[in-house]
């Protein structure tokens, strides 16, 4: 008997799953990310200060100790473990690929939150490596603040933000089997559901999975390589 | 009232970096068509008088006017002031970015809102004017940097600034290039540009200016006509700063 050859729907389900945690969470982290590196270089003090906290704050908290507090706080502020998107998508509660039930939802907005810090560093390391006399010729004109960013900084920063913010997206990919944690069907939850069924196969279904998990930070790394080659030419 | 004569008038500025005082008690009138030559010893505070007058710093104390009007606090007040107030900086700072029209364009496109064909071709004059009129396609690193910061001067222009600021425009440049840059900063001096040129050139200062302004220690020291102040300037601090600079 071949677990992962009997099972390879649940496997490639699993990872179906991990992949819609990770671009949910990626879309959250990038949005976020650059709202608060945005924030990080701003003229308002008190913006600058609560960017700066919340890097602080989320960097230095374990990833699912933030999945542990959105999963178990929210419910007690009210929020019922019952609440899905799934209704409002049109998605099946048992299809196990797409799922946007409440343990998910927990775990991928704690993923966004999380690497929403790590964005936050790349963009602000980004900015910083323009000069600061492409900013001030831009305010001289009389850009504002956001013209400025998104006219002069930003453009040449994109260059500059592109590798690390590979790297955040990669970790962030392996990041989500944290998920399990929580009680997310998962890859890594799958992983261990069938070593336990068949513990005979572990090195073969640690391999599997291993490649699964390559293969989608290869994916992510060709992005990151090819967005990097555009802004060069 | 002073107040009421001068384009840009600073009264009673003080500005402190930490324990520095970068400005003491600055007090200075610019009329409308004056240009007015600032000079002194590295550190005296020539670069922030400039960056203060369009914000780029901000002040302790003491209040700064353009035509009339107090600068205004960060937000979108501030930026249509910076528009009005044209700074050309000793490292040029082009948009790296940019090709040169889209330099001279891009703050008439996206601040004054004009449409990009006016623009252009608004930008086309001003480049001509200068004298770089044949690298418009280009980058700003293919340039020299006297081109570059004929670029520069034709940017801030592009505004349609009440007010010129230079600070050092020369000083990162080799010698040969520094009269293409001078003889545009003449040209525009001649044609009533209102300007405040932080320089060494005292060539400049007695063919442009119409006052000098010598700063020592973050204080303004001495104010004279170019003329006097070169051939016999009354502090001495003046004296011993322009004994070492002539030395040269
Ligand atoms: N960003 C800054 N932070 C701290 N000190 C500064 C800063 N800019 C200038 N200073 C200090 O302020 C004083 C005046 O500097 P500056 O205006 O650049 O002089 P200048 O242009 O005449 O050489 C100097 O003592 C300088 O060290
Ligand atoms: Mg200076």
Same mark, same amino acid.
């Given at each position: 008997?071949?677990?992962?050859?009997? &099972?390879?729907?649940?496997?490639?389900?699993?990872?179906?799953?991990?992949?819609?945690?990770?671009?949910?969470?990626?879309?959250? @982290? %990038?949005?976020?990310?650059?709202?608060?590196?945005?924030?990080?270089?701003?003229?308002?003090?008190?913006?600058?200060?609560?960017?700066?906290?919340?890097?602080?704050?989320?960097?230095?908290?374990?990833?699912?100790?933030?999945?542990?507090?959105?999963?178990?706080?929210?419910?007690?502020? $009210?929020?019922?473990?019952?609440?899905?998107?799934?209704?409002?998508?049109?998605?099946?509660?048992?299809?196990?690929?797409? /799922?946007?039930?409440?343990?998910?939802?927990?775990?991928?907005?704690?993923? $966004?939150?999380?690497?929403?810090?790590?964005?936050?560093?790349?963009?602000?390391?980004?900015? /910083?490596?323009?000069?600061?006399?492409?900013?001030?010729?831009? *305010?001289?004109? !009389?850009?504002?603040?956001?013209?400025?960013?998104?006219?002069?900084?930003? #453009?040449?920063?994109?260059? @500059?933000?592109?590798?690390?913010?590979?790297?955040?997206?990669? @970790?962030?990919?392996?990041? =989500?089997?944290?998920?399990?944690?929580?009680?997310?069907?998962?890859?890594?939850?799958?992983?261990?559901?069938?070593? /336990?069924?068949?513990?005979?196969?572990?090195?073969?279904?640690?391999?599997?999975?291993?490649?699964?998990?390559?293969?989608?930070?290869?994916?992510?790394?060709?992005?990151?390589?090819?967005?990097?080659?555009?802004?060069?030419? | 009232?002073?107040?009421?004569?001068? %384009?840009?008038?600073?009264?009673?500025?003080?500005?402190?970096?930490?324990?520095?005082?970068?400005?003491? +008690?600055? &007090? %200075?009138?610019?009329?409308?068509?004056?240009?007015?030559?600032?000079?002194?010893?590295?550190?005296?505070?020539?670069?922030?008088?400039?960056?203060?007058?369009?914000?780029?710093?901000?002040?302790?104390?003491?209040?700064?006017?353009?035509? $009339?009007?107090?600068?205004?606090?960060?937000?979108?007040?501030?930026?249509?002031?910076?528009? +009005?107030?044209?700074?050309?900086?000793?490292?040029?700072?082009?948009?790296?970015?940019?090709?040169?029209?889209? &330099?001279?364009?891009?703050?008439?496109?996206?601040?004054?809102?004009?449409?990009?064909?006016?623009?252009?071709?608004?930008?086309?004059?001003?480049?001509? *004017?200068?004298?770089?009129?044949?690298?418009?396609?280009?980058?700003?690193?293919? %340039?020299?940097?006297?081109?570059?910061?004929?670029?520069?001067?034709?940017?801030?222009?592009?505004?349609?600034?009440?007010?010129?600021?230079?600070?050092?425009?020369?000083?990162?440049?080799? #010698?040969?290039?520094?009269?293409?840059?001078?003889?545009?900063?003449?040209?525009?001096?001649?044609?009533?540009?209102?300007?405040?040129?932080?320089?060494?050139?005292? !060539?400049?200062?007695?063919?442009?200016?119409?006052?000098?302004?010598?700063?020592?220690?973050?204080?303004?020291?001495?104010?004279?006509?170019?003329?006097?102040?070169?051939?016999?300037? =009354?502090?001495?601090? @003046?004296?011993?700063?322009?004994?070492?600079?002539?030395?040269?």
């Amino acid at each position: 008997m071949d677990a992962v050859r009997d &099972n390879w729907r649940d496997v490639l389900y699993a990872f179906g799953l991990t992949v819609e945690i990770s671009v949910l969470a990626g879309v959250i @982290a %990038l949005v976020l990310g650059f709202l608060l590196g945005a924030l990080r270089v701003s003229p308002v003090p008190v913006g600058r200060a609560v960017a700066a906290v919340y890097v602080r704050l989320v960097r230095n908290t374990p990833l699912l100790l933030i999945m542990l507090i959105t999963t178990f706080t929210l419910p007690v502020l $009210g929020l019922r473990p019952d609440i899905n998107l799934n209704d409002w998508f049109g998605i099946d509660s048992h299809n196990r690929m797409l /799922n946007l039930n409440f343990f998910v939802l927990c775990a991928t907005g704690a993923l $966004g939150l999380y690497t929403a810090a790590f964005v936050c560093e790349a963009v602000r390391s980004g900015i /910083n490596s323009i000069p600061i006399g492409q900013a001030e010729a831009a *305010r001289s004109i !009389g850009m504002t603040f956001g013209q400025t960013l998104r006219l002069v900084v930003l #453009p040449q920063a994109y260059r @500059a933000v592109i590798p690390p913010l590979t790297s955040t997206m990669i @970790a962030m990919t392996k990041n =989500s089997s944290v998920a399990v944690g929580v009680g997310v069907t998962d890859a890594t939850f799958q992983m261990r559901k069938l070593n /336990n069924d068949n513990g005979d196969q572990i090195l073969q279904i640690f391999v599997t999975f291993a490649i699964g998990y390559m293969i989608l930070v290869f994916l992510i790394s060709a992005v990151g390589s090819l967005l990097e080659r555009r802004a060069a030419a | 009232m002073t107040e009421q004569l001068g %384009l840009v008038v600073l009264d009673h500025v003080n500005k402190w970096y930490g324990q520095t005082q970068a400005l003491k +008690d600055i &007090n %200075l009138s610019i009329a409308r068509g004056e240009v007015v030559v600032v000079i002194g010893p590295s550190g005296s505070g020539k670069s922030t008088l400039c960056r203060t007058i369009n914000r780029l710093e901000t002040i302790n104390e003491g209040t700064i006017t353009l035509d $009339g009007r107090p600068l205004p606090a960060e937000g979108k007040a501030l930026a249509a002031l910076r528009a +009005d107030v044209g700074m050309v900086f000793q490292s040029f700072n082009l948009f790296a970015h940019k090709t040169v029209l889209e &330099n001279v364009t891009l703050g008439p496109i996206k601040v004054r809102g004009l449409d990009k064909a006016a623009a252009e071709k608004k930008a086309r004059e001003l480049l001509d *004017r200068v004298g770089v009129a044949g690298h418009a396609e280009k980058y700003p690193a293919q %340039l020299s940097g006297g081109q570059q910061q004929r670029v520069a001067i034709a940017r801030a222009l592009a505004m349609d600034p009440e007010v010129m600021l230079f600070d050092e425009p020369t000083s990162a440049l080799d #010698p040969e290039m520094i009269k293409e840059v001078l003889d545009v900063m003449v040209g525009l001096a001649k044609q009533g540009m209102t300007m405040v040129v932080v320089t060494h050139e005292m !060539g400049f200062a007695r063919t442009a200016a119409d006052r000098v302004v010598f700063m020592a220690d973050g204080a303004i020291v001495e104010e004279a006509a170019p003329e006097q102040f070169f051939t016999n300037p =009354s502090t001495d601090r @003046a004296k011993d700063f322009l004994g070492k600079v002539l030395q040269h």
